[in-house]
């Protein structure tokens, strides 16, 4: 992430600690190092420093294996052990012993092993890798709002943030995510990114700027802008990085990794706060009324008829339809 793009860790730490008092919660509980830890994979230690700005920057290969380690220390199975490596590789059809060098510290992991084990431990996989569910959830909980400043509606803002097309993200509220190829889709959301953040002269960031800020050559990245192939981790972690989007559990720096985990504490505190206001926000948000009005928007006018006719079908069913008011004792309708 370029340095003008470096989020402010230290106004976001004051913003949950305000918000956490004014919930009658206890900052230090909502804050805890262990939390945070559990949610951005940096070690607890680093987390003092990495919010001042004075951690050092750790080596990719490293960073990586300390999250691996992280993720088989902190989810575990239904035992309380940690699952072996031939479990998680297997998940994502690969031989256990391919995960050796990642758990030994030796070497990075190809693309599609990253994507697996990310996906086998439930954790956010990162702008490049994640797929369309856990895009388009991830999207969805740090978006509050349904219109953004610019006025595009809310399938376009989560479109922007996801990298997926607006038809790809219908589907997904519908209950059927598209999956892609780790190729196709890799190839798609890189395109998305070099389409949607672009130069201040209206043009596409180059294959060679882009790949100069992780100090390699353009050529390197020319497949990945083709289709024809996937980038390595550290290709991967640095187009990321320069477009300023999530880099996932495995790839993010702790800087960036401590901020996203801040802002969803952050919007949970403000989502608990505006249900308080509004309970009937708390109701949409438990029955998951977005993805019924996404779909329900597609109706025509008779639809919407049946529609509202079946609810009162539903509700009188259950015995939660309400009567009609009664005409009081001077005969008035």
Request: glycine fraction near 10%.
């Amino acid at each position: 992430m370029r340095a003008a793009a470096r989020p402010d860790l230290a106004a976001i730490w004051r913003r949950v600690e305000a918000l956490s008092v004014r919930h009658g919660q206890d900052p230090a509980g909502v804050l805890d190092a262990e939390r945070l830890s559990h949610l951005s994979g940096v070690e607890p230690g680093r987390i003092a420093q990495v919010v001042a700005g004075t951690a050092a920057e750790v080596p990719l290969e490293q960073r990586v294996h300390q999250r691996f380690l992280r993720l088989r220390a902190t989810r575990r199975d239904k035992h309380g052990r940690e699952w072996p490596l031939a479990a998680i590789a297997d998940d994502f059809d690969a031989p256990g012993a391919s995960l050796g060098p990642l758990n030994a510290g030796t070497g990075l992991p190809r693309m599609g092993h990253a994507a697996g084990v990310q996906r086998f431990f439930g954790v956010y996989a990162g702008f490049l890798l994640a797929d369309s569910k856990s895009a388009v959830e991830r999207a969805l909980a740090l978006s509050d709002t349904a219109t953004v400043p610019d006025g595009r509606d809310d399938l376009e803002h989560l479109s922007y943030l996801t990298g997926m097309t607006p038809r790809a993200i219908r589907l997904t509220l519908d209950g059927e995510p598209p999956r892609l190829p780790l190729k196709e889709q890799v190839h798609h959301r890189f395109e998305h990114l070099r389409r949607t953040r672009v130069r201040e002269d209206g043009q596409a960031h180059s294959l060679a700027a882009i790949a100069k800020s992780f100090d390699a050559s353009g050529q390197s990245l020319t497949r990945v802008a083709q289709g024809e192939g996937l980038p390595n981790l550290a290709a991967a972690a640095g187009i990321q990085r320069f477009y300023g989007v999530e880099g996932g559990f495995l790839l993010a720096d702790d800087t960036e990794a401590l901020a996203t985990a801040l802002a969803l504490i952050e919007a949970e505190l403000e989502s608990a706060e505006r249900e308080q206001e509004n309970p009937m926000l708390a109701v949409l948000r438990a029955h998951d009324v977005r993805s019924i009005v996404t779909r329900a928007g597609r109706l025509s006018p008779r639809g919407w008829k049946s529609l509202a006719d079946h609810l009162d079908d539903l509700l009188a069913r259950e015995g939660r339809l309400g009567r009609p008011a009664e005409p009081d004792e001077g005969g008035a309708p």
